[in-house]
């Protein structure tokens, strides 16, 4: 993945954070010297900032379409086993019908139907504004920031599209809104960005599918990461954009009653929160798990609380993330993984 350009006063920012006054001078010596109109470049995964509130070093959020958390249990193995195992909110909710305003709730709490370019704080600007690293990953994209629909990449399932400061810098956009090449190239050199979206394609997430498609994909997806050293900082939170109900949070009306599971060493096994929960809640649990600020839009705190009860944060980290015997680790297994049936 190509690295993003860092404004002068960012890094000078970062320099006054990290060490103090006394190396201010030298830092303020070194950008003097940077030639007028160029600029400096840092790592994309970096993980730079040496202060988090949460043992989890890496966010990843992982969308499918269009299924009710009843049809996810009954059709879906793997989705079941990782809701007995991991942590699991029962009551977890869409926000409205139709894909985009959820994939927009999730990454900046404002919602719309409309697909059009708006200027709005989104959690790529807070992730970034805090030293930390983001990339969305859209499995069907022909290229990096493709702005079009077309096979089985969908343009309403990439909400960062939609978002000025991204759209509107080319470099930025093409190094941070990239397709499954991207993410393939992060995991074989393990390195992760702080924050990942990722959307598998329209066959893949159910959209043309079901959810026996799905699953038989993140049963070969899921695995090997889980199983790897990635795993030990990160959490995966995997859910719906929508279901086939008008079912809301606290009774009132929404996109239906979907499945949310949050797998990491981190979260509270088998453990089933009947806390009513909404892809806002999910912007907040991000903020609060990599210490962002906040948008401003439905991620107050008060009225969509973070997912903490999903977590228990030893003192020390876990010494390793095996499943927890023979049979889970058979099904757990690359290799146990049926194969992925289309249609």
């Not at 070093?57 to 969308?63: D, E, N, P, T």
């Not at 109900?245 to 996109?255: D, R, V």
Request: net charge negative; charged share 10%.
């Amino acid at each position: 993945m190509r690295v993003p350009t860092w404004s002068h006063a960012h890094i000078l920012r970062t320099a006054l954070a990290a060490v103090g006054v006394a190396i201010v001078l030298v830092g303020a010596a070194l950008l003097g010297a940077v030639p007028s109109g160029s600029t400096a470049v840092a790592p994309l995964h970096a993980d730079s900032t040496p202060v988090y509130p949460s043992p989890i070093r890496h966010v990843v959020i992982l969308y499918f379409e269009n299924a009710e958390v009843g049809s996810v249990l009954a059709n879906g193995s793997y989705f079941a086993y990782l809701a007995d195992h991991y942590a699991f909110a029962s009551q977890y909710y869409s926000v409205e019908h139709y894909s985009l305003p959820n994939y927009l709730a999730a990454t900046s709490g404002i919602t719309t139907n409309q697909f059009k370019v708006t200027k709005t704080k989104q959690i790529g600007d807070l992730v970034g504004n805090t030293g930390r690293t983001w990339g969305a990953f859209l499995e069907g994209m022909p290229y990096p920031c493709d702005p079009n629909s077309s096979g089985t990449y969908d343009i309403n399932h990439n909400p960062f599209m939609m978002y000025y400061d991204v759209v509107s810098n080319t470099a930025k956009c093409d190094s941070h809104v990239v397709n499954f090449t991207a993410w393939n190239a992060d995991v074989a050199a393990s390195k992760l960005p702080n924050y990942s979206f990722v959307v598998p394609n329209n066959t893949d997430d159910g959209h043309d599918t079901n959810v026996s498609v799905a699953n038989a994909w993140l049963q070969t997806w899921l695995p090997p990461l889980v199983n790897g050293s990635l795993f030990s900082n990160t959490v995966f939170f995997l859910t719906f954009d929508e279901g086939t109900s008008n079912l809301g949070i606290n009774g009132g009306s929404g996109g239906g009653h979907i499945y949310m599971a949050a797998v990491s060493p981190y979260t509270v096994g088998g453990y089933n929160s009947t806390t009513q929960y909404d892809d806002y809640d999910l912007l907040t649990t991000t903020e609060w798990l990599l210490g962002l600020g906040h948008t401003g839009h439905n991620d107050n705190w008060t009225t969509h609380p973070p997912m903490e009860d999903l977590f228990s944060f030893p003192a020390k980290k876990p010494s390793g993330h095996a499943p927890r015997n023979a049979a889970d680790l058979a099904l757990m297994s690359p290799v146990a993984a049926p194969q992925r049936r289309v249609g």
